[in-house]
């Protein structure tokens, strides 16, 4: 005990006022601030992602029908692509699958394998890869154009934008195990 004493009385020693070591208050404080800023932020990028989908899909909407193709099929791709990344920004559609989890009208296994977010990125992921194999099959690259980007563009931005915050959260958790034990007088 008197050895624990010393060396707390040596770092303070060594330390100048500004870098003295935090209380355990201090720490959960800060473990707190920390955590709340995180959410903040993934409320913003979340907020800024929606944004730019619900302001881009009538412009891209409209290109893709007067420059590409009169045709539905390519808008309805596009809809949906702008849906399906709408609903993965939006919604944890894990929870809504644990909700519906207890209901007794729909079984346990078809509630895990159809609302995870890794389902919702692959049926996204096709209909992608779907959406530029027919563009790239009747048009080629003579019809290619910046606008045909975004749908990529948004799907990228929202598997990283969860994943960030996902990452964040687990590193923020990972700080509670790394509390010391101090009291300042």
């Known amino acids: 005990m008197t050895r624990l004493r010393r060396i707390d009385r040596l770092l303070l020693a ?17 473990i707190g601030q920390l955590s709340a800023e995180n959410d903040g932020n993934h409320a913003l990028y979340t907020r800024i992602l929606v944004s730019s989908i619900v302001i881009e899909f009538p412009i891209v909407a409209f290109l893709i029908r007067a420059i590409i193709s009169r045709e539905a099929k390519y808008t309805v791709h596009f809809m949906l692509l702008s849906l399906l990344c709408l609903i993965g920004a939006l919604y944890d559609v894990s929870a809504v699958g644990a909700r519906l989890q207890h209901s007794p009208l729909v079984p ?3 509630v895990h394998g159809l609302f995870s977010f890794k389902l919702l990125c692959v049926v996204n992921g096709l209909l992608l890869v779907q959406f530029y194999t027919g563009i790239y099959r009747q048009y080629g690259y003579k019809n290619v154009y910046m606008f045909l980007v975004m749908p990529l563009v948004n799907y990228i931005m929202m598997i990283l934008v969860r994943k960030w915050h996902a990452l964040t959260a687990a590193n923020i958790q990972h700080l509670y195990g790394l509390r010391y034990k101090f009291k300042s007088a």
Do not use: F, G, W
Request: proline residues 5%; hydrophobic residues 25%.
């Open 14 to 30: 060594e330390c100048s006022s500004e870098s003295l070591p935090m209380d355990e208050d201090d720490q959960d404080l800060l």
């Open 108 to 110: 346990t296994s078809l």
